[in-house]
Each structure stands twice: as structure tokens, then as C-alpha cells.
């Protein structure tokens, strides 16, 4: 969502279902507390005894770095709303102040089962005899250790700052932590100092695994490192006592864009990314046993208040490092590998291209090896008759073998078309980067088209056959073209070469090229333009053919539904007795099993070891069932402001595919949540002695079918 400035804004921003408008009781759930208890739900698996030690860890991480981005991105820009007055406050029907209270609340509760988690996950980690430690209770031997590292590693990348001797407080970075320190002493003499160090997690690994001890392991953070050093770090004063307390900053991570038309997209998005970095305050946070003279000191200087929501916390922050938190114990700490599969129909050194031609395929990551995908691309950089590739790219890895593969491509004399899109959120510098690069290697860059982020995951390849035929292959995705969140994303590839679907991906290129013609488009949903639409005569087909006394029923699984109006589309149809069931990750605002409403729907949201990301839509259509996979949540940026395509699946047996795999994932019974007006996250209870996890099913449904 664009940053929210202006009286415009507030009406885009309420449109999206962010502020309950509807007089109805509970119609809608509001989109922030749907959102906050998405995240309840990752805090779930890890407070889950039977999910192993470690992966706790990580999904403490997980739902630390995802409620990071939610005061950056959501709570930012509510306090927008509340500093435009008046106008804001009639049109939300609830009061803005009032749902930042209520959020406040949950995120507290929130905080509370996350430190009880947090002490159970250390208590089982000491019956595992692994122990984090710290500066206190140290031995000898790993104090010297300690002492050590901390001269050789992490001294030489610390600046301390004396907060007395410079004219304004430092800067606290978005991201970054760091200790506040007091220093005092006993001659009175000395005044009392303040000092800020940055923890300097960029340079260094927050944990730092000690010498073990027989079979006990100890590791200790590198906050406490540096605690333990204080004395060394100050040693030309006169101290003798010191004190050091974790503080973090969360600034607005909305990109504010300039319309200098004389500046390049680059120049205006770059700028924009440094004056993130600049963003207001939206939380401060701080250890709970600070002293109440040093943080009136900060906050004073910081000129914070409670509406900058001030919130004391725990020892240690960012616990979103634990994200990669390392296993130094046994292998059932961790979760058993999966090891990505092959596909039963790519086979090694055979064209995967020509297996496309002969009949679709679905690439189902990441129980299927994402490299398939980069092969297709190696495959087409060495093909003769390749003469260009087309491709979209919201997010790619670090170390992209995608980007790879595109500049050999170039290198071999191939037309590579890459849409890059910049306004990609988090990922900007990133994509300015790969740009950069591309774009040095004789790609063609296009940033898409003005006033629209494209979300469209697609790739096309034109072969040029004899007699000057052109034949195409398509690649659409419901998610990035991303290595690394191939690795822990759920999403669905279409791999094709059927001209329906081929002709229509060549246009969605075009249009980027030439946007000021017009394009129809028969088989693919495109948003803006027509995917709403699209969608509606689609469920409005399940109504009549509901109150014909047909079978009509709908399934969606999706990451989010927030748009109200599709809402009430589905409420409508709820109404005239169409079937609907949801798996919806993250955010819900539909309230399922409401009498005279919703209770013809239901919904579930799985959580577990993948993160659910694909899009998949399937319509009954009296019996000649309708099957799209998308990029595309139901949210209002994606329907009326993105470049989205759902497209068709027609081969059936892909179609029987994708049903099988749903219909195992709604028999889920052991990571699936009932999503709820209550939305208190109860998990599915079933009768069946049969228990289903559904991702782990999923998995054995490749295998199996590898083996067949």
C-alpha cells in the first residue's frame, strides 16, 4: 500500500477493508487484529512441544520479524490516519486511536506468551545440555574465550558514542539494536555517562558458539559478548560500574516517491529507500529493567511519548535473528529433511522444453526442485532457436541463479526483456542492483507500468521454428522467481505451451512495451483490468447455478481476503446457497459460519514447517469444473492497483492434481486453524483416528506419484 498523505489516501486505505465500516455486527473482521492473529498463529508452532526445539526458535524469530514489519508498514500508517483529524476519525467507523489501543493490547498479550515460550524453549534446550549463557556465567575458560573474540572480532567494528559530549542524540537505525549503557562510580567525583554502542549484527553473527564441555554445548548472544567487555571498551575513564540495556528503534517503512519527472525511476526509488531509513518512529522498545533516569533521558532526547508506542520489553531484541539460529545438538532438534523431488515427467539431459510441448506441467515447490525452473532457462540461453526471453521479477535471491541463467542467455546472443519491479517492499535495493547488472549485460529493462506495481510472476520464451513459426512457452507462477524462498514457499508453477494461455502472456508483455493500446484477454484474469470482473461473473455463475438446483460450490486457498467487496460477492453467494471453502493463510476479514450469512463458508489457515503462498481458484461450473492458479491475493492493491494475471489450468490431469492436493490439505487435522469471527485460532478436531499434516502429505503425494 502507498503511504498514506493525503484525504485520497484515507479513502484507498479504508477501501481495502482496513477499518470496519459495515453497520452489520462482525460482517467484516478488521483487517489489523486478522493480521495480528495470523501472527498468534506462528507464535502457536512455537510454543507447539511437538514441533522440534530449534524450529521453536526460528518460529520465535519468525514471528518476531513479522511483527517488525507490521508496526513499520500498518501501525505507521494508522498513526498517518490519526495526525489528518477529523476526517479520518468519521470515516473509519472506528476510531483510529481506538484500534491502535486494541492492537497494543494484542501485541502486549502477544509479548507475553512469547517470553514464557522463550523460557520453556531454554529450559528444554538445557535438558538437551545445550546452554545459552551469559556474560554472568561464564567459566574461566570461556571467559578468556570470550575476552578473545570479543579483541579480535568485535572491537574493531563497535563506536561507542558518549551521549554527553555530542549536541544531538544519535540516530537509531530501523533494524539495528543497541545497548544503552550507564556508567558510574563510587568516587563521587565522576559524574554518571551514557553511552549508545550499535550491536553490529551486519559484521558479525549474533550467536557465537563457546568451547563445549564434554557433552554440553554453550553458545552465548553477542549483546553479552560485548557486556562482558564494557570495562575494556571504556578503559581510559574512571568508571567502575557498568550497565548495559537492549534498545530498538521501528521507524515507517513506507516509500514516499517524489514527482520530480526530471529524476529516473532509479534515482527517485533509490532516494526513497535512503529516506527510509529516515522514517518516523512508530515503537521504540527497551529492556523493562532500564533505569527509569536513563530512559527518561533517551525518550526525552528521542522527544518520544506514549503515542510513539513505548514498550518495555526483555533482555534481548531482534529476535528475529533467531531466524537463522543455528543447530549445534542432535538431528531431531530440527525438522527432517524433505529433500525437493524431481518431477516424474523432467528428466536428466532430456529437453524439458519439448516435454512442455507435449503436454503441460505443474512444478509444485518446494516438494518439487525449483532448479527445473532454472534449467528451463539454461536450457533456452543454449537453444538456437531461441531468439527471446521475456520475464518478470518482483523478488529474486541474493545469489540469483536466475539472473544467472538470463545473462547467459544474453551472452549466447538471446533478446532477455526483464520487468523488474522496483517497488518491490524491502527488496528495493535489491532490485536496483539486479537491474543494474542486467541492464550492463544488454538486457532490456522495463519498470513496468506508471502507478502500477507489477505482482505478475510470468516468464516467456519464443522459439523461432522453421517457415518463421513462433513457438512459445510459458512459465506462470504463483510466486517469486526466488531460490531461497523456493526453499520454504508453498507455490505452483504452470509450465506450458498451449497457445490459449502463450498468446496471452505475449500480450501482458506487450502491453509494457506499448500501454497505451488495448489488449483483450479471453483466457487469462488481468488486473486491473478485468480480473475482478472476471471473478465476480464466476462466482455469480455458482449463484444461478445454485438456484437452478445444480451443485455449485467454490474453493480458494489464498494467502489474504481483505477487499470488501469481494466479500460481499461471497457473502452473496453464501446466500444463495453456494459452498465455499477457504484455506486462507494470513489475513481473513470474511467471518465464516454466521447464520443468515456466512454460513454456508468455511475457512481454515495452515501453519507449519512451509509457508503458504500459492493462489488457486476453483469454481464447479455445474460439473465442468474451473481451475486458475494467480499471483493475486482478494485485497483491493492487488484487484484494482497491481498487474496481476490468474491463469486457467486446462490439462486435466493437473487438474486432478491440484484438487487431490487441496483436498488434502482441507482434511488437514494437525497444522490447520479454524479461522473464525472468535479468531481465536482453535486447531481442526476430526472424528478420524487418520491424523493429516497436510504439508508432510503433500510430500508423500509427489514421492509417491515419482514412483508410480
Request: aromatic fraction near 10%.
Amino acid at each position: 500500500m502507498s503511504g498514506i498523505r493525503n484525504y485520497t489516501d484515507i479513502c484507498s486505505y479504508f477501501k481495502q477493508g482496513n477499518l470496519n465500516r459495515m453497520p452489520q455486527k462482525k460482517v467484516f473482521i478488521n483487517r489489523e487484529l486478522s493480521w495480528l492473529s495470523f501472527n498468534e498463529r506462528v507464535l502457536q508452532e512455537a510454543a507447539d512441544p511437538n514441533v522440534p526445539l530449534v524450529e521453536r526458535l526460528r518460529f520465535l524469530g519468525i514471528f518476531s520479524n513479522n511483527r517488525d514489519e507490521f508496526f513499520k508498514v500498518r501501525v505507521a500508517s494508522l498513526k498517518r490516519i490519526i495526525t489528518l483529524g477529523t476526517k479520518s476519525k468519521r470515516m473509519a467507523g472506528d476510531n483510529p486511536n481506538k484500534l491502535l489501543e486494541k492492537i497494543n493490547e494484542i501485541v502486549k498479550s502477544q509479548q507475553k506468551k512469547f517470553e514464557e515460550t522463550y523460557l520453556d524453549v531454554r529450559k528444554e534446550m538445557e535438558r538437551e545440555k545445550l546452554h545459552m549463557i551469559n556474560e554472568k556465567q561464564l567459566n574461566a575458560a570461556q571467559a578468556h574465550f570470550v575476552k578473545n573474540y570479543f579483541h579480535e572480532h568485535v572491537l574493531p567494528v563497535i563506536s561507542p558514542i558518549m551521549l554527553h559530549n555530542v549536541s544531538t542524540f544519535p540516530y537509531l537505525k530501523d533494524k539495528s539494536i543497541y545497548l544503552a549503557v550507564k556508567l558510574t562510580s563510587k568516587n563521587d567525583e565522576v559524574d554518571t555517562e551514557y553511552a549508545l554502542i550499535e550491536i553490529p549484527t551486519e559484521e558479525l553473527p549474533r550467536f557465537i558458539l563457546l568451547p563445549p564441555e564434554g557433552d554440553n554445548k554453550y553458545m552465548i548472544i553477542l549483546d553479552d559478548i560485548i557486556r562482558y567487555n564494557l570495562q575494556d571498551v571504556f578503559s581510559i575513564f574512571k568508571f567502575d560500574t557498568f550497565e548495559a540495556f537492549t534498545v530498538k528503534m521501528t521507524r515507517d517503512a513506507e516509500l514516499d516517491i517524489d514527482n520530480d519527472l526530471s529524476k529516473s525511476f532509479i534515482e527517485k526509488i533509490s532516494k526513497s529507500v535512503e529516506g527510509r531509513k529516515q522514517g518516523q518512529p512508530v515503537r521504540f522498545v527497551y529492556d523493562e529493567f532500564i533505569p527509569q533516569d536513563m530512559l527518561r533521558y533517551i525518550t526525552n532526547q528521542l522527544e518520544l511519548d506514549k503515542e510513539d508506542n513505548l514498550i518495555a520489553g526483555s533482555r534481548y531484541h531482534n529476535f528475529k535473528d533467531f531466524i537463522g539460529f543455528p543447530n549445534i545438538g542432535d538431528d531431531h532438534l530440527v525438522h527432517e529433511p524433505l529433500p525437493p523431488l524431481s518431477h516424474e515427467r523432467i528428466k536428466p539431459q532430456k529437453s524439458i522444453l519439448e516435454k512442455i510441448q507435449e503436454k503441460d506441467i505443474l512444478l509444485h515447490v518446494p516438494y518439487h526442485k525449483f532448479s527445473n525452473f532454472v534449467n528451463i532457462l539454461r536450457e533456452a540461453a543454449i537453444d538456437p532457436q531461441v531468439e527471446t526471453i521475456y520475464i518478470t521479477l518482483y523478488r529474486v535471491g541474493k545469489k540469483s541463479r536466475v539472473i544467472n541463467a538470463l545473462i547467459n542467455a544474453l551472452r549466447n546472443g538471446k533478446k532477455v526483456v526483464v520487468v523488474i519491479e522496483l517497488q518491490a517492499r524491502f527488496d528495493e535495493d535489491s532490485n536496483i542492483y539486479w537491474s543494474r547488472i542486467l541492464e550492463e549485460e544488454g538486457a532490456t529493462i522495463l519498470f513496468g507500468v506508471k502507478g502500477l506495481k507489477v505482482h505478475a510472476k510470468l516468464c516467456l520464451i519464443n522459439k523461432k521454428l522453421p517457415n518463421n513459426i513462433i513457438q512459445r512457452y510459458a512459465v506462470v507462477s504463483t510466486g517469486n522467481f526466488h531460490e531461497g524462498n523456493a526453499k520454504v514457499y508453498t507455490d505452483v508453477l504452470l509450465l506450458t505451451a498451449d497457445k490459449r494461455i502463450t498468446g496471452e502472456v505475449q500480450k501482458v508483455f506487450n502491453f509494457f512495451d506499448y500501454t497505451y493500446r488495448q489488449y483483450t484477454y479471453k483466457h487469462l484474469l488481468v488486473s486491473p483490468l478485468h480480473m475482478r470482473r472476471r471473478i465476480y461473473n464466476l462466482i455469480e455463475n455458482e449463484m444461478r447455478n445454485a438456484k437452478e438446483g445444480k451443485d455449485a460450490w467454490i474453493w480458494v486457498k489464498i494467502n489474504n481476503i481483505v477487499d470488501n467487496d469481494m466479500a460481499r460477492k461471497l457473502y452473496e453467494a453464501n446466500n444463495a446457497g453456494v459452498k465455499i471453502k477457504m484455506i486462507v493463510r494470513g489475513i481473513c476479514s470474511v467471518v465464516p459460519g454466521i447464520e443468515g450469512t456466512s454460513e454456508n463458508m468455511e475457512a481454515i489457515s495452515i501453519v507449519d514447517r512451509f509457508l503458504e503462498h500459492s493462489r488457486i481458484f476453483v469454481f464447479c461450473n455445474g460439473g465442468d469444473e474451473l481451475y486458475y492458479l494467480s499471483s493475486a491475493d482478494w485485497m483491493t492493491r492487488n484487484l484494482d492497483h497491481r498487474l496481476e494475471v490468474a491463469c486457467p489450468i486446462y490439462d486435466k490431469d493437473i487438474q486432478n492434481e491440484i484438487k487431490e492436493m487441496l483436498e488434502i490439505q482441507f482434511r488437514d487435522n494437525v497444522k490447520a486453524r479454524i479461522v473464525s469471527e472468535t479468531q481465536t485460532n482453535m486447531y481442526v478436531s476430526s472424528n478420524s483416528p487418520e491424523k493429516v499434516r497436510s504439508q508432510i502429505a503433500v510430500y508423500d503425494y509427489y514421492k509417491k506419484r515419482n514412483l508410480s
